[in-house]
C-alpha cells in the first residue's frame, strides 16, 4: 500500500472511532437529533482546536496532519496507546520500512528455544505467520506441517480452517483480537504485497472479518488467556505470553501454560504423554 492508502486508511480509522464517541463523552451537550452515531466532525475538529475543513480534509486522506495535531486528535477521541501508535505509524511518522522483506529465516536459538521449551509454543514472524512450532503446539492445535508453508499463517487458520475454529470456547473473541493484531501489522508493513493479499482474501471469504476490519481496531500482541476445547484433553484453559526476539523483533515466540495444580496443568502432560504415543 502507497501513501495514498495509508491516508486513507488513515482517515477510516479517525472515522470509525468518532462514530464511537457520544457528546457527553467528551464534555459536549447533546443538542437536538442525529442522523448518524458518533461525534460530527465540526465537534472533532473544535475540541482538537482546528478548523472543521482541515479535520475533513485529513479524514479524507487528502493532506499529512502534523504530529501535534495527531496528537490532540488521539486526546479528543479517547484513544488508547495501541490506537494512537497506528495512527502515528499511518501517517508516517515511523521510519520508512523496505516494499519487500526478505523471506524469514528461523533464527537457531529461537528454534532450539522451542524445541526444549515442555509447554505448547508457536514461533511466528512477520503477518502473524505460524514459522516454526514444537511438537506439544502441534497437539494442542493442528499438524502444521501438513499445511504449506505459504498458508502457514495464524490468522488465516482462525477464519478458514474449521477444526482449528473450533478448538475455541469463544471463537468471535479469538478472531476479532486476530484482526486487531493484523491491523497493527498493516500499519508496521504498508507495502507488504503478501500482507494486503491475505486481507483481501480474508475480506472475501469471511463477512465478520470483513466487518471487523472496517471497524479498525488495534491491539498489540503481548498475552491473554483461551479456553480450547481440546478433542483428546477435554477443556484446558492456557495463559499465553509473548517473547520478542531482541535481535530480530519479527520474530515471537509464543508460549501457552497453565496453572499448576489445576486440571488444564494436568491436561497439558496427559496432552504431552497422547503426542508422545502418538509419534511413537
Given at each position: 500500500m502507497g501513501k495514498d492508502v495509508r491516508l486513507n486508511e488513515?482517515?477510516?480509522?479517525?472515522?470509525?472511532?468518532?462514530?464511537?464517541?457520544?457528546?457527553?463523552?467528551?464534555?459536549?451537550?447533546?443538542?437536538?437529533?442525529?442522523?448518524?452515531?458518533?461525534?460530527?466532525?465540526?465537534?472533532?475538529?473544535?475540541?482538537?482546536?482546528?478548523?472543521?475543513?482541515?479535520?475533513?480534509?485529513?479524514?479524507?486522506?487528502?493532506?499529512?496532519?502534523?504530529?501535534?495535531?495527531?496528537?490532540?486528535?488521539?486526546?479528543?477521541?479517547?484513544?488508547?496507546?495501541?490506537?494512537?501508535?497506528?495512527?502515528?505509524?499511518?501517517?508516517?511518522?515511523?521510519?520508512?520500512?523496505?516494499?519487500?522483506?526478505?523471506?524469514?529465516?528461523?533464527?537457531?536459538?529461537?528454534?532450539?528455544?522451542?524445541?526444549?521449551?515442555?509447554?505448547?509454543?508457536?514461533?511466528?514472524?512477520?503477518?502473524?505467520?505460524?514459522?516454526?512450532?514444537?511438537?506439544?503446539?502441534?497437539?494442542?492445535?493442528?499438524?502444521?506441517?501438513?499445511?504449506?508453508?505459504?498458508?502457514?499463517?495464524?490468522?488465516?487458520?482462525?477464519?478458514?480452517?474449521?477444526?482449528?475454529?473450533?478448538?475455541?470456547?469463544?471463537?468471535?473473541?479469538?478472531?476479532?483480537?486476530?484482526?486487531?493484531?493484523?491491523?497493527?501489522?498493516?500499519?508496521?508493513?504498508?507495502?507488504?504485497?503478501?500482507?494486503?493479499?491475505?486481507?483481501?482474501?480474508?475480506?472475501?471469504?469471511?463477512?465478520?472479518?470483513?466487518?471487523?476490519?472496517?471497524?479498525?481496531?488495534?491491539?498489540?500482541?503481548?498475552?491473554?488467556?483461551?479456553?480450547?476445547?481440546?478433542?483428546?484433553?477435554?477443556?484446558?484453559?492456557?495463559?499465553?505470553?509473548?517473547?520478542?526476539?531482541?535481535?530480530?523483533?519479527?520474530?515471537?515466540?509464543?508460549?501457552?501454560?497453565?496453572?499448576?495444580?489445576?486440571?488444564?496443568?494436568?491436561?497439558?502432560?496427559?496432552?504431552?504423554?497422547?503426542?508422545?504415543?502418538?509419534?511413537?
Amino acid at each position: 500500500m502507497g501513501k495514498d492508502v495509508r491516508l486513507n486508511e488513515l482517515g477510516s480509522f479517525l472515522k470509525a472511532r468518532r462514530g464511537e464517541l457520544g457528546p457527553r463523552e467528551v464534555g459536549l451537550p447533546e443538542t437536538g437529533r442525529r442522523r448518524v452515531a458518533g461525534l460530527r466532525r465540526e465537534e472533532v475538529a473544535q475540541l482538537a482546536s482546528i478548523s472543521t475543513e482541515y479535520y475533513t480534509r485529513i479524514e479524507q486522506g487528502r493532506i499529512h496532519a502534523s504530529g501535534p495535531v495527531l496528537l490532540d486528535l488521539a486526546r479528543v477521541l479517547h484513544l488508547g496507546d495501541d490506537q494512537r501508535d497506528y495512527m502515528l505509524e499511518l501517517a508516517g511518522k515511523e521510519r520508512a520500512r523496505p516494499r519487500r522483506a526478505a523471506t524469514q529465516r528461523v533464527r537457531p536459538q529461537l528454534r532450539r528455544l522451542l524445541e526444549a521449551t515442555d509447554a505448547p509454543a508457536l514461533l511466528m514472524g512477520r503477518r502473524m505467520d505460524v514459522l516454526a512450532w514444537n511438537d506439544l503446539a502441534a497437539a494442542l492445535m493442528t499438524d502444521f506441517a501438513k499445511i504449506p508453508a505459504k498458508d502457514r499463517n495464524y490468522v488465516r487458520l482462525v477464519f478458514t480452517d474449521p477444526a482449528f475454529r473450533s478448538l475455541y470456547d469463544d471463537w468471535e473473541t479469538v478472531a476479532k483480537s486476530c484482526v486487531a493484531f493484523l491491523h497493527m501489522e498493516v500499519a508496521h508493513r504498508t507495502d507488504d504485497p503478501r500482507l494486503a493479499a491475505l486481507v483481501g482474501e480474508l475480506s472475501v471469504q469471511d463477512p465478520r472479518f470483513r466487518q471487523w476490519w472496517a471497524a479498525h481496531h488495534v491491539a498489540q500482541r503481548s498475552s491473554g488467556t483461551k479456553l480450547f476445547h481440546h478433542p483428546v484433553a477435554g477443556d484446558l484453559t492456557l495463559d499465553w505470553d509473548l517473547f520478542t526476539c531482541p535481535t530480530d523483533p519479527d520474530q515471537q515466540l509464543v508460549v501457552y501454560s497453565a496453572e499448576p495444580g489445576t486440571p488444564s496443568h494436568d491436561g497439558l502432560h496427559f496432552l504431552a504423554s497422547w503426542a508422545g504415543t502418538r509419534q511413537a
